[in-house]
């Protein structure tokens, strides 16, 4: 039998989740680089949330992360502690419990940006204790949480970006022991934006180009496949945008 307060209750949660949407959806950003490989990662919450829980300092010396890069491997765990205090402060969130951001450990994490964070003073639920059926039960709900579900998303894009540009510099020391500064500084181009199109919603259109491209081998190539991904780009935005402002003027008409 179909429970119609269960129903509304998920399509005013969507409603309500729509409209933090709409503020990243008004601009159509298109970026055009070359990498080295596309990886076939897909985003699973259990896995992203673990991946990032684990970051402290403990984990970059495990995990061999350039010195250069740690403190941007810190501030994407620290993010994820802030994106959980929001939640738990949200009056319209299902995780909210504004008694558990009162603790000392809690305060510093949330104004204190030289706080480092572990463990021990973390006040997301931990994922790794399997024998504890309560840790495993708050991290379910907090993956059930549609605005923590998307900052998670991207903070494991961000950490996926950080993991392979540490493997890059990791081999260029490795190869140039007595001179990897200069070689870092231009290996590190290899996710250079060639081309970036910006289309906002005042119908203001942004194009940049990278001094680089006006001297690729392949530049017509370059530039062709761009100018292909902004005319797809665009008419996929402007079908969600309309999707996403239709849905809301229904809900406003109820």
């Given at each position: ?30 970026n ?25 300092r ?16 810190l ?28 603790s ?38 907090l ?58 919603l ?53």
């Amino acid at each position: 039998m179909l429970n119609i307060a269960r129903l509304e209750g998920q399509v005013n949660s969507f409603v309500e989740s729509l409209g933090d949407t709409l503020l990243e959806i008004t601009a159509l950003e298109v970026n055009t680089m070359i990498v080295d490989r596309i990886t076939a990662d897909k985003f699973i919450p259990w896995d992203a949330y673990r991946a990032l829980y684990g970051i402290d300092r403990a984990y970059l010396e495990q995990n061999s992360i350039h010195e250069s890069l740690r403190d941007r491997y810190l501030e994407l765990r620290r993010h994820l502690e802030l994106n959980y205090a929001l939640a738990l402060a949200n009056p319209d969130s299902a995780l909210y419990d504004p008694a558990r951001l009162g603790s000392p450990d809690s305060n510093r994490i949330l104004t204190d940006t030289d706080f480092e964070i572990n463990e021990h003073n973390t006040q997301l639920p931990n994922p790794f204790k399997r024998t504890s059926g309560d840790d495993l039960l708050d991290v379910q709900r907090l993956l059930c949480d549609l605005r923590f579900l998307r900052s998670l998303r991207k903070l494991k894009e961000l950490k996926a970006a950080l993991d392979n540009r540490n493997a890059m510099l990791l081999k260029v020391d490795a190869a140039y022991p007595g001179n990897a500064a200069a070689v870092i500084a231009k290996a590190v181009k290899t996710d250079t934006i060639y081309a970036q199109t910006i289309v906002q919603l005042d119908g203001e259109i942004i194009n940049r180009y990278s001094e680089m491209v006006i001297d690729h081998p392949h530049q017509d190539l370059l530039l062709k496949i761009h100018h292909e991904n902004v005319a797809a780009s665009e008419r996929q935005w402007r079908g969600l945008l309309g999707f996403a402002i239709d849905i809301a003027r229904k809900a406003l008409r109820k």
